[in-house]
């Protein structure tokens, strides 16, 4: 590090930041990004004893890939006490983002990817679905005969709903395990 001069030890922080946002979806327990976040430590600790000021080229990277790259930079430097999540411009952490209403997250341990807010609104959904009923659009309601495709709860009559996603079938959850979702989340806050 010592060879390099100041500019170069910026722009490889600002290179080792985005691998960290890139593999974001490995944390907390994936070394590969586990090293690079030890990179950003490392790399952010030589610029202090070099006394130079890297915070307007972290303002640009922010500007340049419409993440909070000084929060992603704290965040680093504070783990493992702080897991540095990816956020978006609007603060919403990338990897938590709901995938129905995308304006808010879901909780760290949730078994359900949705914000409450949605949880709430998909719980009454299952109570009151009309024949020919238009789903909102990220969801997909069924009944099936399939176990392995539906909670443990459920049998071949109960209305299930999971995400509408191309690339994966989820397991369909019913209104009890939405319930319970929703009595897990209140009693961990």
Not at 5 to 20: F, G, K, P, W
Not at 79 to 99: H, M, Q, T
Not at 145 to 172: I, M, P, Q
């Amino acid at each position: 590090m010592v060879s390099r001069d100041s500019d170069e030890l910026i722009e490889d922080l600002c290179l080792a930041l985005r691998n960290v946002a890139i593999g974001n979806y490995g944390l907390p327990g994936d070394q590969r990004i586990v090293k690079y976040i030890d990179e950003v430590k490392a790399l952010y600790a030589e610029i202090l004893k070099r006394d130079v000021n890297s915070e307007v080229r972290i303002r640009q990277l922010s500007g340049e890939t419409g993440w909070q790259m000084e929060v992603l930079l704290a965040d680093c430097l504070a783990f493992p006490a702080v897991c540095p999540y990816l956020r978006d411009e609007d603060g919403i952490r990338k990897y938590f983002r709901c995938p129905l209403c995308r304006k808010a997250e879901f909780p760290v341990d949730s078994k359900l990817e949705m914000c409450d807010e949605c949880l709430e609104r998909v719980a009454g959904i299952l109570d009151t679905i009309p024949p020919l009923y238009t789903p909102p659009p990220g969801l997909l309601f069924y009944r099936t005969y399939n176990s392995s495709k539906r909670c443990s709860h459920a049998d071949s009559d109960t209305v299930l709903v999971t995400r509408d996603d191309e690339e994966f079938w989820y397991t369909g959850r019913c209104k009890v395990c939405l319930l319970d979702e929703k009595t897990s989340r209140s009693r961990s806050r």
